[in-house]
């Protein structure tokens, strides 16, 4: 069952008319223009015992995922395609309101627009993770901790989602016919990546259109709109959070100005994910 | 509302749960609320909230409850839009009712309302809902991929089931009170 939420950050209408003032000059409350994203920072290998791992910070949000694989059996209509499961934590540290325990709807809610946004744009070549068609496939888990709550964990998550699948490595196997050695210990191929993925969020406040939100703008928000993207401009998912709304009007404005802002976040992508001896990593 | 310190002071709580019944698939669901559940009640209650005065009535809550019953795609919009009418039924204040579609591309071809086999072999699956005399969209997601102009055209095909389905929630809502009108 889903409330309405009582316990959310609050901030004062004093605070929101303050943010709004800023506004009306064309600026944001941090100095950005409308446009900006937050500084960023991709770090891969931050986690040594994962199979790949990527650290990102937007801002003061600061999220590390994980990657993870284990063998499996495919399901019965995908018998010659691994699969992959995105999940994301909420930690109680990440900020003040959140608590342990099972994921909650809005974690539920991220890991589900995470795992669209990789799927619907085939990102992960799965056929590559099969191993004996029918009986053993790789799945790949993917675990998204947010480690602090600054505002626009999405496109942190996805962007540390995908820079930690680049930095993963499958575990060396050795086939022979039906029989799958399995050396854990050694690396084998990388896991197997067709592009990247980016996610860009644009926030609706009053009459502004605010790209990469913070945490105060996201709470005062009326809505969010999240659009990932490949480079070549393909829309590969959408989802709007929050209880607002939107004309069909704004909607054309905000997926031009999403559109717009993916060209930061592909070049900073690129830069942890293309490896010295030219082209992106396969 | 129970527990109280849940309670908001300035507006009602709506508590939202979409719920499919084992029976509603091919293969028996697990009655258990699962996580893509989870999220479509999240996306109707957010949705809803955006049509209903919740102002009008602090302290309280709003329950909503919608069980899928035959699953044919589309059962989160139809969920929203049967919720949307039971709360206008219900007498609470709303500032529109909502009408919702599925647009989605088969074999490279916008098409709406999607069923089944569109859903599960198409190329992407678009759910859109608005508040129509307002052109506000309340519910906005998007399953698979579009190219920009297709995103913009998926719209307009959207916004056009929209307003007929729109009609037919309004004459069911005007029927109910005009089949008593005889009565002494």
């Excluded at chain 1, 015992?49 to 990102?56: C, L, N, P, R």
């Excluded at chain 2, 091919?26 to 989870?38: A, C, G, V």
């Excluded at chain 2, 999240?42 to 699953?71: G, H, M």
Aim: hydrophobic share 40%; aromatic share 6%.
């Amino acid at each position: 069952m889903s409330l309405t939420p009582s316990n959310y950050n609050i901030v004062p209408l004093i605070k929101r008319e303050g943010i709004l003032s800023v506004l009306e000059k064309g600026s944001r409350i941090d100095g950005r223009k409308f446009t900006d994203f937050r500084s960023l920072s991709i770090t891969q290998g931050y986690a040594k015992k994962a199979e790949g791992s990527a650290m990102v910070r937007l801002g003061d949000t600061a999220v590390l995922a994980g990657v993870k694989m284990k063998e499996d059996v495919p399901f019965p209509d995908t018998p010659d395609q691994g699969n992959f499961i995105v999940n994301v934590e909420l930690l109680p540290l990440a900020y003040e309101t959140f608590e342990p325990g099972p994921p909650d709807e809005n974690a539920v809610e991220l890991s589900r627009v995470v795992d669209r946004g990789l799927r619907d744009s085939k990102a992960i070549d799965l056929k590559r993770l099969c191993l004996v068609p029918g009986k053993k496939v790789w799945t790949i888990w993917i675990d998204i901790d947010v480690l602090d709550y600054g505002g626009n964990v999405l496109d942190a998550s996805m962007l540390a989602a995908v820079a930690a699948l680049y930095d993963a490595f499958l575990p060396k196997v050795e086939i022979n016919g039906e029989e799958v050695k399995i050396i854990k210990e050694e690396k084998g191929e990388r896991v197997p990546m067709n592009y990247p993925v980016v996610s860009v969020t644009v926030a609706k406040l009053d009459k502004f259109f605010l790209v990469d939100p913070e945490l105060e703008e996201e709470t005062i928000a009326d809505t969010r709109l999240s659009i990932s993207y490949l480079e070549d401009g393909r829309i590969v998912g959408i989802q709007k959070f929050g209880s607002g709304t939107l004309t069909t009007q704004e909607l054309d404005a905000v997926e031009s100005i999403a559109r717009a802002s993916t060209s930061r976040l592909f070049e900073e992508l690129k830069k942890v994910i293309t490896r010295p001896e030219g082209g992106v990593t396969q | 509302m129970h527990p109280r310190h849940l309670a908001l002071p300035d507006r009602a709580v709506m508590r939202v749960r979409y719920h499919m019944t084992p029976f509603s698939t091919d293969d028996r669901k697990n009655p258990s609320l699962s996580r893509r559940e989870i999220e479509i009640s999240k996306v109707i209650r957010e949705a809803l909230e955006a049509a209903v005065l919740a102002e009008t009535f602090p302290r309280t809550t709003i329950d909503v409850f919608s069980e899928v019953l035959q699953a044919d795609a589309g059962t989160r919009l139809v969920a929203l839009m049967s919720a949307s009418l039971a709360v206008a039924d219900a007498g609470i204040p709303m500032r529109d009712l909502i009408a919702g579609v599925a647009v989605g591309k088969a074999d490279g071809t916008l098409v709406l309302d999607l069923n089944e086999e569109e859903d599960m072999w198409g190329e992407a699956d678009m759910p859109i809902a608005m508040m129509p005399s307002l052109s506000q969209v309340t519910l906005l997601q998007l399953n698979g991929n579009f190219t920009p102009e297709e995103f913009r055209a998926a719209i307009q095909l959207a916004s056009k089931g929209i307003e007929e389905l729109y009609k037919l929630q309004k004459e069911t809502l005007t029927s109910k009170y005009s089949a008593y009108k005889e009565v002494n």
